[in-house]
């Protein structure tokens, strides 16, 4: 009867030091808990979508100026870059000679090439909603009576991208 009794009383006592064992569990310190990386992400949105800079006649001003805002959404720095194709007539007889152009961006010149050139940055995130960040546009042709009169189209390329 002894031997019984001491069988439970050593079975109880293994079970009451399991069960102390498991509540003791080791807590991971904040920095070894696996976070889920975050992906950048940024958008970016213009009004009006598209712009009417008038024909190209005789009396053409010097310089065009052109308002727009950008809307921006963006969970990490970014920055807002831009380039500009050249204009061609819609009848594509004539184009106008990048060297008689110019466009400036938000007082930055922007080459009338495929380069892109940073007008818009930002070194944090903005609101959920969003930010509105005016764009000033500033084209202007010099020597436009050499060029048929008529309607030309051209491309004004925005690129936004997280910044490093």
């Known amino acids: 009867m002894k031997k019984v009794v001491m069988i439970c009383a050593t079975t109880l006592m293994c079970f009451g030091l399991t069960g102390i064992a498991q509540a ?3 807590v991971m310190p904040p920095t070894m ?3 889920k990386p975050i992906k950048p992400f940024v958008s970016v949105s213009f009004k009006p979508d598209q712009l009417d800079l008038g024909t190209i006649s005789k009396r053409t001003p010097g310089s065009l100026p052109v308002k727009l805002k950008a809307h921006i959404i ?5 920055q807002v870059r831009a380039s500009f194709a050249p204009f061609t007539q819609q009848s594509g007889r004539a184009s106008i000679q990048p060297k008689d152009m110019s ?3 938000n007082g930055v010149n922007v080459p009338i ?4 050139v940073p007008i818009i940055r930002s070194v944090r995130a903005t609101p959920k909603e969003g930010v509105d960040v005016p764009v000033d546009v500033k084209f202007s042709v010099a020597k436009a009576t050499r060029y048929p009169a008529g309607p030309y189209k051209g491309a004004i390329i925005f690129t936004i991208m997280a910044a490093p």
């Open 24 to 26: 003791v569990r080791p």
């Open 33 to 35: 808990i696996p976070v």
């Open 74 to 78: 963006a969970n990490c720095p970014h």
């Open 103 to 105: 466009v400036e961006i």
């Open 113 to 116: 090439a495929r380069t892109a």
